[in-house]
């Protein structure tokens, strides 16, 4: 028996990629995919070819062959429950909201393998914590980076799972699901507000990252922005901060790091997009150039209920790391 998982890949090949080595078009068609990950399945034989399986990784593909990716089972561990402070903001029999401390993984992933919410609410929900979608990430209907703080909402039995599930769809959210962030970036955005619409797909050249991409790889990402304060310092006040909000309409992943480069106003801190780096340093406050994280914050969230459906609305503070850089700036 072909060894897959339970939910295939398809991909049909157009003339423009015509000639295409095999595990090069791949990443192409599934950009969630890594490129190393994709050679060793087909190397493995979970790839096929008009329905044969194919292990060539240098195979030119050729207009109207159809490839199926077979991915196979997950052989990963199940998480234990760890006893880890959690700040709880909101929780009944379905579902809790949590105010996530920067620098918590979400689930487990390579070199985090325990420590993270997921082996938190283990050991808070015990064996309510509904398993849909993944064992790594019971309970789990979206997620923020490790370094960005605030506002979570995690699902505590199925019914509740699949209700918060179809809100956070790109396609079925609506209005109901609220999702603003507070950031401080370097600059001010020109103009004051507004709204970035892109593609956003896997960056071509760095497997991390994502980028803002034209070609089909690409998600339609909307992000609503609206600067809120700015300060200045330096002989002219050349260096300048700004703390703006922004909306979701979509939910990519690094959606507000890669508009926020974009637009070229990387968030500070930012390790991964922040890479333009201000004017001068020379009078920038070593605080804010030592910032180990993305000055980035779940500010509020909304939702229906899945289960009451009650309009829920929560609101975390800006966290102490945030907080004090702030202060700097107020008093320089």
């Known amino acids: 028996m072909f060894p897959g998982n339970h939910k295939s890949l398809v991909s049909e090949v157009g003339l423009e990629n015509t000639k295409q080595r095999l595990d090069k078009y791949l990443a ?36 109207g062959e159809i490839y199926t990716l077979l991915p196979p089972p997950l052989q990963d561990a199940i998480p234990k429950a760890q006893i880890i402070h959690l700040d709880i903001i909101y929780e009944d029999n379905d579902l809790l909201v949590i105010n996530k401390a920067p620098g918590m993984v979400v689930h487990p992933a390579p070199g985090h393998h325990d420590s993270t919410l997921v082996n938190a609410l283990l050991a808070h929900c015990g064996d309510s914590l509904s398993g849909i979608g993944d064992v790594k990430r019971p309970g789990i209907v979206h997620r923020l980076d490790k370094d960005t703080s605030g506002l979570m909402v995690v699902a ?16 079925d959210g609506g209005k ?16 004051l507000e507004g709204t970035i619409i892109t593609q ?19 998600k339609k990402s909307i992000t609503h922005y609206a600067a809120k304060k700015l300060w200045g310092f330096g002989p002219k006040e050349e260096i300048k901060i700004s703390l703006v909000e922004f909306v979701l309409e979509t939910g990519r992943t690094h959606q507000i790091r890669v508009h926020s480069h974009f637009i070229g106003h990387p968030v500070v801190g930012d390790p991964l997009y922040g890479r333009r780096t201000p004017p001068s340093t020379k009078f920038c406050p070593k605080e804010i150039l030592d910032l180990k994280r993305q000055a980035l914050h779940a500010a509020r969230l909304q939702f229906i209920h899945p289960i009451t459906n009650e309009l829920m609305q929560f609101e ?17």
Not at 176 to 191: E, F, I, K, S
Not at 200 to 218: E, F, L, W, Y
Request: hydrophobic residues 35%.
């Open 156 to 171: 505590k039995n199925d019914t509740a799972h699949n209700g918060l599930a179809v809100q956070f769809s790109i396609e």
């Open 28 to 63: 192409t068609q599934f950009p969630d995919i890594s490129r190393n990950r994709l050679q060793s399945w087909i190397e493995d034989g979970h790839v096929l070819c008009n329905g044969e399986i194919i292990t060539d990784l240098s195979h030119k593909v050729i207009e």
């Open 316 to 332: 975390a503070p800006l966290p102490s790391d945030m907080q004090q850089l702030m202060k700097i700036l107020n008093d320089m």
């Open 176 to 191: 109901q699901l609220t999702r603003t962030y507070w950031a401080l970036v370097w600059g001010c955005p020109h103009p």
């Open 200 to 218: 956003i797909g896997r960056h071509p050249k760095n497997r991390q990252k994502m980028a803002v991409v034209k070609d089909s790889t690409g």
